[in-house]
């Protein structure tokens, strides 16, 4: 078993390795990392095809805990997170073809006349509450464009509001159980619901933006008024209207929308799976799309899918499975809770610090499905509670990944447009603005969680 540990830990260092420094995509990465934890961990180690059959982990979605009644995942691939985000992502996709997420920018915008102090706040604000609900990668991908458009037309430089929209949606999404991958590793393998989320994570994310509307004003301010100066008066402002090329469609997409976000918050209640609602989500979508579009048009939507990212979990979760059957990550959560003599409140410093630290310099996914089964070892060994210790991971991987451009995928995705369209974003530019805006929050969040759970 000690040899299987040296090899489990091996593989999971090289793949952080690749995964840091994109020497690959990082789907290829995860999926070979996975590969070798099965042939040379389990079977060549372990001589254990159970392991392989758990890390794998099909026979879950043969169960009707899987689909109803709100069963917790097995360790091995967690199914339902997959399931859950590719749903969520064909609407989304559906969502985009249909024109709402344009139609919506450039409405607030219109509404504020156009003003880029007040587009700020009102983006911001946008970003936290789509985040909310729709993954931080697509909110940033459609925000971060429609304010690149705005600000050629309006004659602004964009970067201070994408910078302030990025760290908003990552600290939406940690509002939620849907809002930001990590949460939804989190919820779906502890089984926790959309409103425990919001009813904890949630509280302290609410506190935590009004006090960052606050920084952003203040910081960004200035550069936004100054560029408002040298605006024509000659400009054509955008009609929201356009955006829109399909009523039928924009109808159907909002109503697809709005009816999954009603089975989120009352699937506690239903006790549907977040699988099963991504299932319906994806359903809907091709019955909006077909009839408000045609077949093609459900090509174009599925083609857009991120299916490289859907790969990237599979790999992850077998490596991660690696791991915890070779029992590595129960000596992590011991050594913590050696370390923290026990207390609740050294566990919350030591676990929300390190998971901002850490999310700060690799990617917060598989730093949150690494952590996950340490937390449970910590709650079991240690006889704090779990709900404790899964709110202060989630929170501490959500909005430590703001920290750099390379904490969270949504990061990446809003500085690599903002590249594209001529207004590069360097690091120490990045992290000038955003990484004591995430000292300031997780600040806030160590306070809170003192206060709130002890």
Not at 35 to 61: E, G, P, Q, Y
Not at 137 to 158: E, G, N, Q
Not at 306 to 311: A, G, Q, S
Request: a negative charge.
């Amino acid at each position: 078993m000690i040899l299987a540990k040296v090899f489990a830990v091996i593989i999971f260092l090289v793949m952080f390795f690749f995964i840091v420094t994109e020497k690959f995509e990082r789907h290829l990465t995860t999926l070979v990392a996975g590969a070798a934890t099965i042939i040379v961990v389990f079977l060549a180690c372990m001589h254990s095809f159970d392991a392989v059959w758990r890390s794998i982990n099909v026979k879950s979605l043969f169960t009707l805990g899987f689909w109803y009644g709100g069963g917790e995942s097995a360790s091995g691939i967690n199914w339902a997170t997959i399931i859950f985000i590719a749903g969520m992502t064909v609407m989304v996709e559906g969502m985009g073809h249909a024109g709402f997420f344009s139609w919506l920018c450039l409405k607030i915008a219109k509404l504020v006349k156009y003003r880029t102090v007040p587009l700020l706040i009102c983006f911001m604000i946008m970003s936290s509450f789509l985040a909310m609900f729709i993954d931080s990668i697509t909110v940033i991908m459609f925000l971060a464009s429609v304010t690149i458009t705005l600000a050629a037309t309006l004659k602004f430089d964009p970067v201070p509001i994408i910078l302030a929209e990025i760290f908003c949606a990552n600290l939406g999404g940690s509002a939620t159980m849907c809002g930001d991958p990590p949460n939804i590793i989190i919820g779906t393998a502890l089984g926790y619901s959309f409103f425990d989320f919001l009813d904890n994570t949630g509280l302290i994310a609410g506190v935590s933006l009004i006090v960052i509307i606050f920084y952003f004003f203040f910081t960004m301010r200035k550069p936004l008024l100054e560029s408002e100066k040298d605006r024509p008066d000659d400009i054509v402002y955008p009609n929201p209207s356009d955006s829109i090329t399909n009523k039928g469609g924009f109808i159907g997409a909002i109503v697809v929308f709005l009816i999954v976000v009603v089975l989120l918050v009352t699937h506690s209640m239903t006790e549907l799976s977040v699988a099963t609602i991504g299932v319906i989500a994806t359903i809907l979508t091709i019955i909006s799309t077909i009839i408000a579009y045609d077949f093609k048009t459900l090509g174009e939507v599925f083609k857009k899918v991120d299916y490289k990212t859907l790969l990237f979990f599979v790999g992850l979760f077998v490596v991660v499975s690696g791991l915890e059957e070779t029992g590595c990550l129960e000596v992590v959560a011991h050594f913590i809770s050696h370390i923290s003599g026990g207390n609740i409140l050294v566990m919350i410093a030591i676990i929300l610090w390190v998971s901002a630290t850490f999310s700060a310099i690799v990617d917060n996914i598989p730093f949150a499905a690494t952590m996950v089964p340490v937390i449970q070892a910590m709650a079991a060994t240690a006889g704090v509670p779990l709900e404790t210790l899964a709110w202060t991971l989630a929170l501490g991987t959500d909005i430590g990944g703001s920290t750099t451009p390379v904490g969270a995928s949504a990061n990446v995705v809003g500085t690599s447009l903002s590249a594209k369209s001529g207004h590069p974003i360097t690091w120490g530019k990045y992290c000038k603005y955003n990484a004591p805006a995430t000292f300031i929050v997780i600040s806030i969040c160590t306070v809170m969680l003192f206060i709130l759970h002890t």
